[in-house]
């Protein structure tokens, strides 16, 4: 967590910006190219979702606007109602955030662009991982009694978390909880260098016992991406403002950043990083000094939660991003909602 200025804004790199697409007749272009998933104006009023032309074939013979095109398909803006097969598949997701406590109202505040230390109980769902070289440092957050959610990258052949340090803020409590790994489940489709699908399960070997500061979270089923002025917390014990791991948890609040104005911002740089609707940009104000609420290195693996009707619910785990606290470059989080289905199949289909 920190709020470290990018010392290096590649400022050679905003010349000439041309975007060639190919526009179907019959179908208005949006002014902006939005991305699958995106919220998107209506032909005749309201709100769609920017959605393949393939799974949206209601609103091609409508005509509905253009998005993007994602490969040879334009991606449209649809107007499909909720998908009731999709209800029924998130049900045992639902179930299992009935027994996650609701929001604590002695914590009830928020800092906009700056971060300060959690209090003990605060976020009961976050826990640290311990790894034998203790330089690693990575978070996760609980969401049954036996499995965690973290990042691919937070566990390597060579790095592998040992254990979960739980309910507690500080990373060197000698009392906090301590649960052993049993196992891991690495995605397989997790990619190093494009850094996709950026997510893991971690398996303890006893159960969680559940108390007032362990808790777990609701994971957020929406497949449509969150209006940009929503208020999100990021939290984690990474490099902090003075760039050393933080003892404290430390918490920020971030808001979405639409993800075709991050990968625009992301494309003026040298290094190519091509964003997928599996994952998601934040970025919080910036403080007096320019300096922007923002995750860093070893944030990875924790949570990006957004308080949902009175309870937190994980909404993106924390990947990667370019620099630290950027008030251009945006945090980058695997977006939880897109792999409910890999989630639901090991940890509640067993
Ligand atoms: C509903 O959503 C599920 C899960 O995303 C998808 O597999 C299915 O094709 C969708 N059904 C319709 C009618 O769009
Ligand atoms: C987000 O937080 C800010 C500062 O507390 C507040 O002004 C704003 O209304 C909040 N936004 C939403 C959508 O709740
Ligand atoms: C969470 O949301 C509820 C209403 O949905 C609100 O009453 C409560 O104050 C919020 N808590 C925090 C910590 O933002």
Redesign the pocket.
Known sequence: MTQRTWLLLPLVAFGVMCRMSIVSRGILRLDVDRYEGEPCPLKNDGTGVCRKSSQCRQSVRNGERHCEFEGNEPVICCAMPPNVTYEAFTRVVQQACNSARG?D?K????VIGDTVAAQVGEFPFVGLLMYENEQIRCGTSIISERFLLTAAHCITNKTRPIAVLLGTNEATDGDADRYETARVFRHKGYNSLTKQNDIALIELKSPIRMNSHIQPICLHTDLIDLPTTTNMTVMGWGIDNSDKTSNFLLKGTVNPILRSVCQSRFDNTIRKIKLSTNQMCALGDQNINGRATDTCEGDSGGPLVI?H??KYHLVGITSFGFGCGSEYFAGIYTRVSSYLDWIIERVWQK
């Open positions: 929001i109202s914590f009830d505040f928020h308080n009707s009175g």
